[in-house]
């Protein structure tokens, strides 16, 4: 079992940065692949981004490319998404999800944080 918590949600202004953290419990977190999600309210959940376990490899979608960047720090158990030059489009709950065996299904989410940029 994996537990996940986010954290460092906020207000914010356009054009500002925000960096969202994800701390997972169990001792297996590093054989994991994490991701991102997001949810704005009346639409569908959208991917954001991932990272393997290792953190050598991450894919983004289209929307944040260029903006947003994901890390871990395994020794941490943790997993970072920075975002950069927040637009008013990117409010939404970011969650993280653990994939444990890489196949891009995610086992495990956490309780979301909630990010609003304001125009």
């Known amino acids: 079992q994996v537990h996940l918590v986010e954290s460092g949600g906020g207000l914010v202004q356009a054009g500002g940065s925000l960096r969202l953290s994800c701390a997972a419990s169990?001792?297996?977190?590093?054989?994991?692949?994490m991701a991102w999600f997001r949810q704005a309210p009346g639409k569908e959940r959208e991917f954001v981004g991932r990272i393997s376990w290792s953190g050598g490899y991450t894919y983004y979608a289209d929307s944040v490319k260029g903006r947003f960047t994901i890390s871990r720090d395994n020794a941490k158990n943790t997993v970072y998404l920075q975002m950069n030059s927040l637009k008013p489009e990117d409010t939404a709950v970011y969650y993280c999800?653990?994939?444990?065996?890489?196949?891009?299904?995610?086992?495990?989410w956490g309780q979301g944080t909630q990010v609003t940029v304001s125009s």
């Open positions: 999800a653990a994939d444990p065996t890489s196949t891009g299904n995610y086992d495990y």
């Open positions: 169990g001792r297996t977190f590093n054989t994991y692949a």
